[in-house]
């Protein structure tokens, strides 16, 4: 009992600790997840008015209403776009160029100017500077250009989804969390825009004082023991100095003959959560890969970049996983050598959000399938040879297999967590239940003792002549107690199929005898003592004599 106490307050004070340091994932708005629904944040139970009057400024300041009229300014409102970017004074955007260089696909940081290569920092006040960057003209070996948007702020918003006519829908489902997948702006033989937005879970050492400055998005901490709701979404703590948190990847793609741009949208930079440089490190390592640069030697495709990608979250699962496997272990234990009911709570909540990560494992699943099956409409030009273009599809359906099968592997173990934790649940309630069989059999041995006796007071209490004839004394009584009370005890034993006198599946005649049979036990060990002393006493009398 000390153990788990002590291991619950632990579990306790990291998971305050984790609340104040991570940020909590909202609650998916899966109602507004894709530009698919035709009522894009409308209140369907008022009447609304068709009519817009309103003048749309088609500078990036009109946004996104200057790209999509049906986006009035109730229903951006709604949809709290601009309330949920950060409210830092800046906005910091990472830059990576994928190049082709004679006959290698080079991962390179370009100079955009400033203090820090390839970085750039987009204050509130001077906005322009930013926005005439995204003028300029790309060198024409550029194959892709990828930007890494680390606490996008309300202009930057405004100004990416002007130049390059991105969906809404990306932006509030990224600030939302919501998971969702789609293709738009489709254009046969020329390109489209894709995007998918993928929260997974996230594990990592918690080694961060508790007094850390909390970042402006970061809720108060919440007390997990009035707190009687299960927050799914909110930090969990292993108790072995880890904890699991939610993450997510918003990514958008413009994909097209002449250019492809790849925008990366981070939640914060300041937490615990992938900020948007070491995302952009992990790409420049998949540059490294010579697997990897023989898929992008063969296929000019950009949506490769898409799948490469996919595989930091299957890393995280399978981490975050791996520390879940040793939790159920360690609980598992705990169930066994503690008999503790009070870990049933434990037990519970750790298998609700292991039914929450079954839903997130099919997004997963979900999201590789849409890769596989959107095809890049730019691979239909005339650019493209038939032999490139089937070899690029046969090889995109090689490496999403793969993925697939990881993912697949994923729930395999998911599942054989949810078994494991559902068997410690079960053997819990059976030690439970265990306990009340045996108070019961206590209870039921202490009636076999004071029910004859009891029986023979209610006889012997008769108005009766043959009974109540004033001959019966305290001797009758006892006589006929103990005589009931040992018959009682006789058929009871027997009736017994398996006790401390007869073994296991005994015959009804071998229960019958079992008198003899626990006399025969008494007497056994007797003899074998007294025997051997008795043999020893008659030597000596005969070596005297």
């Excluded at 109602?31 to 139970?45: E, G, I, Q, T, V």
């Excluded at 997130?360 to 699943?365: R, V």
């Excluded at 490139?388 to 297999?401: G, I, Q, V, W, Y």
Aim: net charge neutral; hydrophobic share 40%; charged share 25%.
């Amino acid at each position: 009992m000390k153990i788990s106490k002590k291991r619950s307050d632990i579990s306790q004070d990291m998971t305050l600790r984790s609340a104040a340091l991570l940020r909590l994932a909202p609650d998916p708005m899966y109602l507004h997840a894709a530009p698919s629904r035709p009522w894009p944040w409308m209140n369907l139970d008022v009447n609304c008015d068709l009519t817009d009057t309103t003048v749309v400024n088609q500078s990036w300041q009109g946004y996104p209403q200057n790209q999509f009229r049906n986006w009035t300014p109730d229903k951006v409102q709604r949809s709290k776009m601009f309330e949920k970017c950060s409210k830092d004074q800046l906005s910091t955007i990472h830059w990576m160029d994928v190049c082709d260089s004679e006959n290698v696909v080079r991962f390179t940081i370009p100079d955009m100017g400033g203090n820090d290569p390839g970085t750039t920092k987009v204050p509130t006040k001077d906005l322009n500077q930013f926005w005439d960057m995204l003028q300029h003209n790309r060198p024409e070996n550029i194959r892709v250009r990828w930007l890494f948007v680390d606490d996008l702020t309300q202009p930057v918003l405004r100004m990416l989804g002007t130049k390059y006519n991105i969906e809404p829908f990306f932006f509030t489902s990224s600030l939302h969390w919501t998971p969702s997948r789609y293709q738009d702006t489709l254009r046969h033989g020329k390109g489209d825009h894709i995007t998918i937005v993928l929260p997974f879970l996230q594990s990592q050492q918690e080694s961060r004082s508790p007094h850390t400055r909390q970042s402006p998005t970061d809720p108060k901490a919440w007390d997990s023991v009035t707190d009687t709701l299960i927050d799914i979404q909110a930090p969990f703590s292993t108790g072995d100095g880890h904890v699991l948190f939610f993450d997510v990847l918003a990514i958008h793609m413009v994909r097209d003959v002449k250019e492809n741009t790849i925008i990366s949208y981070h939640p914060e930079s300041k937490g615990h959560r992938t900020p948007a440089k070491h995302l952009r490190s992990l790409i420049q390592f998949v540059g490294e890969s010579m697997y990897w640069q023989k898929i992008f030697g063969k296929s000019k495709d950009p949506t490769f970049l898409f799948l490469a990608i996919l595989w930091y979250a299957l890393r995280e699962w399978d981490e975050s996983l791996d520390l879940l496997f040793r939790h159920v272990s360690e609980l598992e234990l705990q169930v066994l050598q503690l008999d503790n009911i009070s870990l049933i709570n434990d037990l519970h909540v750790l298998q609700a959000r292991l039914l929450h990560y079954q839903s997130l494992l099919h997004d997963f699943e979900v999201a590789v399938t849409f890769i596989e099956t959107t095809s890049n409409p730019a691979m239909e030009s005339h650019e493209v040879t038939d032999e490139e273009r089937t070899d690029s599809n046969a090889l995109m359906k090689k490496e999403c297999k793969n993925l697939l099968s990881e993912i697949d592997r994923l729930e395999r173990r998911r599942t054989m967590l949810s078994s494991r934790l559902k068997n410690a649940m079960d053997f819990t309630f059976a030690i439970v239940n265990t306990e009340d069989s045996r108070r019961m059999q206590r209870f039921t041995y202490l009636t076999i003792v004071f029910l004859p006796a009891s029986f023979t007071a209610s006889i012997f209490g008769m108005n009766v002549i043959e009974i109540d004839n004033g001959t019966q004394t305290l001797a009758h009584y006892m006589v006929v107690t103990v005589v009931l009370t040992l018959v009682t005890i006789y058929i009871v034993v027997m009736l017994q199929e398996q006790n401390w006198v007869h073994r296991r599946r005994a015959t009804l005649l071998q229960r019958a005898v079992w008198p003899i049979r626990l006399l025969w036990r008494i007497i056994l060990p007797l003899q074998d003592m007294w025997v051997p002393q008795y043999r020893r006493s008659s030597t000596v009398i005969d070596v005297t004599a």
